[in-house]
């Protein structure tokens, strides 16, 4: 049985990688103490917005949460280019770290 106080511990994580997202591209990255994706996020966030508006701002801070919750970018869990995606599905991937902390 999945314990409550893990699931708001996750929510709460995930929470304020958001907020973090919002306040500056790699946001959650400097929350996870990953200072070089956060600084890479943050000139890729920076020259998407100059390049592509607000939508390019969106795509490199979605890129940026699920690349710092899950280890991987947000192309290769939705198999798009060339290599780098793995066998797994996207949906094992995206909650392996909830799974890991309800003793799965």
């Known amino acids: 049985m999945p314990n409550n106080t893990d699931d708001l511990q996750g929510a709460k994580e995930d929470a304020v990688r958001f907020a973090s997202e919002y306040v500056v591209p790699g946001g959650s990255h400097i929350v996870k103490g990953d200072y070089k994706q956060a600084g890479l996020h943050v000139v890729a966030g920076f020259a998407a917005k100059y390049f592509f508006g607000v ?6 801070s979605a890129n940026s949460i699920v690349k710092a ?34 003793g799965r």
């Open 55 to 60: 939508p390019g701002l969106l795509l490199v």
């Open 69 to 102: 919750k899950t280890g991987r970018h947000i192309h290769e869990h939705l198999n798009l280019g060339g290599g780098g995606a793995s066998d797994t599905p996207a949906s094992d991937d995206l909650y392996a770290d909830n799974a890991s902390r309800e």
